[in-house]
């Protein structure tokens, strides 16, 4: 029933997969050996550069450093290093090369000393030549890759890992193991035709997403409890810290002296653990309910119109803690991350919707925009032609209709939107210029031009006579 011309979809693409690891007993020892040696290594790396500079002005590249470090695992004193498999090593002097480079090209800072417990990712190149991952079959449980120095580790296998393998890189968060894999030639997943021409969406605050086809999606509902555990462990952590401080002879009610260190105690230890165990499975389930949420998206439609939204200011600019709390657990930003990347592997039209467009204020029946709405009336009614709304699939219908008129418009449409005053605000059409123009239906297009004359300020010249529209915008 839609014309619309699916875009050109890319037939292979880069990815990443993450597993977790169980290491054995042995390659957890190594693992975490290595975590501390990786630090070590940049630390090292890093002074070397920066003295060398300072005494004759030499810049170390990462080949002399790679010599001088072959040398420094064999000196008696750091013979530890050379214990551990070495390319986890190289690995580090290459980020390091590539950070100076960002800073020598103004487009970062300095490279910083590595404080400890923040680790640096172990990654090992994937030798193409050598089968070094087993990817094993659906029914199988692990997928087993062979890294020098630590043997075969085995990873959960949660997909079947398809295209050229190229690197691995082992993390530690919340006290277990994962690892990233790069591919790249991985074959897009193919996509069966949209059931639906455009579909708007409105990235709630109750809801994750509320569409334009009368789909929403709670947030998970396991967060509540979790998120008051969460406030428990840490009021519990902030009561242990403040024992400790004053077991010292500190005052826990005033800041404490610059260079003070609180000894951790084992409870305080467990307590840590506990809030960053909570802190990874909260983030877990919210991330697998915006997957859920976003695959089926992308499945569902071929025009997808979303609101750019300034996650950022939105979520400093609220001010109550609550609306923070649920703009944050909405996860905006990750949302448009997921949506972007899916539509482009599906051959969907991403459709972005300048910020500045009132869609909730803008009634979807009547076109009449109602300014006296306020943030927290999530129903109401239309004070023009009386219609009952739901202030978020309100916005979802209202950013259908203008994604698609923006992509009817073409990339100049952006100019077009009154509310942005001309050209953007952030001079920056990026996104809108991205979008594909595609055939529309016949009913679209009409329904589209009453909406263009509505809105448009006067002298706009893509304003239809005949069309009186003063009460608009
Ligand atoms: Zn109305």
Same mark, same amino acid.
């Given at each position: ?20 690891v &169980? ?8 693992? *975490? ?16 550069r920066?003295?060398? &500079? ?25 013979a ?19 950070a ?40 199988d ?15 959960? %296998? ?5 295209g ?13 193991? &994962?690892?990233? #894999?790069?591919?790249d ?17 409105d ?15 709670? =947030? ?7 998120l008051?555990?969460? $406030?428990?462990?840490? %009021? ?45 499975? #909260? ?7 915006l !997957?859920? =949420?976003?695959?089926?998206l ?13 996650? +950022? ?47 909730? +204020?803008? $009634?979807?029946?009547?076109? *009449?925009?109602? +300014? ?9 009614? $239309? ?24 992509l009817?418009?073409g990339?100049?449409?952006?100019? !077009? ?5 001309? #050209? ?13 123009? #595609? ?14 004359? +509505?809105?448009?300020?006067?002298? $706009? ?13």
């Open positions: 029933m839609s014309e619309a011309a699916p875009a050109e979809a890319v037939s292979t693409i880069e990815r990443a997969y993450r597993m977790r &169980y290491p054995t007993r042995s390659q957890a020892r190594t693992l *975490a050996q290595l975590a501390g040696a990786t630090r070590f290594v940049w630390n090292w790396a890093l002074d070397r920066s003295t060398a &500079y300072r005494v004759d002005g030499t810049k170390l590249n990462w080949v002399a450093l790679s010599r001088e470090f072959t040398v420094l695992r064999a000196a008696p004193d750091t530890w290093l050379s214990d551990l498999p070495r390319e986890p090593f190289n690995q580090v002097l290459r980020d390091q090369e590539r100076f480079a960002g800073f020598f090209a103004k487009r970062a800072q300095y490279p910083r000393f590595r404080r400890r417990g923040v680790p640096l990712g172990l990654r090992f190149t994937l030798d193409q030549r050598r089968e070094q991952v087993e990817r094993g079959h659906d029914h449980r692990w997928v087993r890759v062979n890294l020098p120095g630590l043997g075969t580790l085995k990873l959960r %296998r949660t997909e079947a890992l398809a050229r393998l190229r690197s691995i890189t082992l993390r530690r968060e919340a006290g277990a193991w &994962y690892a990233s #894999i790069t591919a030639g991985v074959p897009v997943p193919v996509a069966a035709p949209a059931a639906r021409a455009a579909i708007g969406v990235i709630g605050l109750k809801d994750l997403i509320v569409r334009s086809d009368g789909v929403h999606v709670p =947030a998970p509902a396991a967060f509540r409890a979790q008051g555990r969460l $406030c428990r462990y840490q %009021r519990h952590y902030v009561r242990q810290r403040d024992a400790a401080a004053r077991r010292q002879g500190l005052d826990p009610a005033q800041p404490f002296p610059k260079g003070t260190r609180i000894e951790v105690s084992n409870r305080m230890h467990r307590t840590q653990q506990r809030v960053a165990d909570l802190h990874a499975r #909260i983030a877990a389930v919210r991330l697998e309910a !997957h859920r =949420a976003t695959t089926d992308v499945r569902s439609t071929q025009v997808i119109a979303i609101e750019d939204l300034a996650v +950022k200011a939105m979520a400093r600019g609220m001010g109550r803690r609550g609306f923070r709390r649920s703009v944050a657990n909405a996860a905006p930003g990750e949302l448009r991350r997921q949506i972007t990347y899916k539509a482009r592997w599906t051959g969907r039209t991403l459709s972005v919707v300048d910020r500045w467009f009132p869609s909730s +204020k803008t $009634c979807s029946s009547c076109g *009449a925009v109602n +300014k006296a709405l306020q943030l927290q009336e999530r129903r109401w009614t $239309c004070p023009a032609c009386g219609t009952e709304h739901d202030r978020d699939f309100n916005a979802a219908v209202n950013l259908e209709r203008e994604g698609l008129r923006l009817e418009a990339p100049r449409a952006a100019l !077009h939107t009154p509310m942005s005053g001309g #050209i953007d605000a952030r001079g920056d059409l990026g996104a809108v210029a991205e979008a594909q123009v #595609i055939a529309l239906p016949q009913h679209r297009r009409s329904l589209n031009r009453e909406l263009v004359a +509505k809105r448009c300020a006067p002298n $706009c010249p893509k304003r239809r006579s005949g069309t009186g529209g003063e009460d608009g915008a």
